[in-house]
């Protein structure tokens, strides 16, 4: 008997199928051929910032104990499963499939794993490591596929993991839309969380367990216990046929994805986090999107608040130049433009004192002043009376954000990142 290794990656599109639900039609066709799970299912959630990734951006491993001897019949089985329910006829769909067969797994290509979660990886990259270690990579239809599949058979260790129960719909029902009374999810949430996570967004007012698209998903439950997504699970009020319930680990919600660097260290397309002062005041920008300036010792870099964040760009706006906060997001890079840091959440570490000026009143008859333009001074518009620009009074402004964690809203929220409640419940 010999441990068995499979990662699949980019099966789907951008509209349709799920790399786990093409994961989980091979999990029980293994299970038929006699093979022993060593491992539940994997969900591995990859650089969220990956150009080309499709919503998600997971790849799957499945982990067997299986006799040499069905090796052969095995790979043919999941080549031939995937090649059937692919979405090959859709551009940029360009599934990979990775075998590895070890007793250990090797350590360079753990470290690979870890950098196709952080940073873009070329598929040389992957073909040589997989070179390396002796595993196989299968390019069904180009070869952007095969990096998250072997990605995902290096992920074998997932630290603080979570779980997802994913439970997919009869085929009848794929595109229609999706029948799970929300009243449940609110029911299921109330009497889970804080165990489940990313149910329901009260500031939206949406389910968030329901995906928008036409895939074969149905819903799928975030938890950090997996009894406890099994049990969530039951306390739905589900008004269509489920055609089956697969659990996965997962790397989700562990904030996996963030870097610690300096700004001068930042790469576009990764994910980190950088302690620094605001710069300068917060900016409102067309459509509602909020930016400042954050700056260490070693440069400057934009920071941005967009508007699916909601309320969280109130705590932006609120912040003030010198207060010390700490920002974790994504980098973006556009030719022409400076990296951005869109922000996934905030820790303020210390407030500034921040003051900001009030109009004199004159000094004659008492009339607050009209301002003569910028440095020119003040001139009452009662009795003509001028003053200098240094009669300006600056008064400390009363501070309503307090140090602390923000976060954005589920509607938001990436799913790599790690919630708010696991600040809560003592999680790092």
Known sequence: MV??????????SRKAMCTTYVAAIIFEDLLKMGLTPIMRPQLIRLNPNCPYKTRGNAAVALRFSADSGKLKKVKEVVLNRVRELAELE????????????????????????????????????????????????????????????????GMDRIPKKTYELIAYRAKQNWGTFRRVDDNSVIKMDSMTNPWTFDNFDYETNESRITPHTPCPVLLGIRSLDSDMAFYAFSILRILEPVERVLLFETNQATDLHIQKVKI???????????EGSVADLPRVMPG????????????TIQCAAFEPTKSFRNVVRALRPGDRVIVYGGVKSKPGLSLTINLEKIRVIELAKSFHALTPFCSICGKKMKSLGRNKGYRCPKCGNRLSESSKVFVEEQRTLTPGVYTVPPSARRHLSKPLLFEDLGTS
């Open 3 to 12: 441990k068995l290794h499979i990662g699949i990656d980019d099966t789907d």
């Open 288 to 299: 509602g999107h909020v930016f400042f300036t954050l700056k260490d010792e070693t440069g």
């Open 90 to 153: 859709c551009d940029g769909t360009e599934p990979g499939v990775a075998f590895y067969v070890g007793e250990e797994m090797p350590e360079r290509l753990r470290s690979f794993s870890m950098s196709v979660v952080r940073r873009m990886v070329s598929v040389g990259d992957a073909f040589a490591v997989a070179s390396d270690v002796g595993a196989e990579l299968y390019a069904l239809k180009g070869s952007k596929g095969v990096v998250g599949a072997l990605a995902a058979v």
């Open 264 to 274: 001068a260290e930042i790469e576009g397309e990764t994910s980190v986090s950088v």
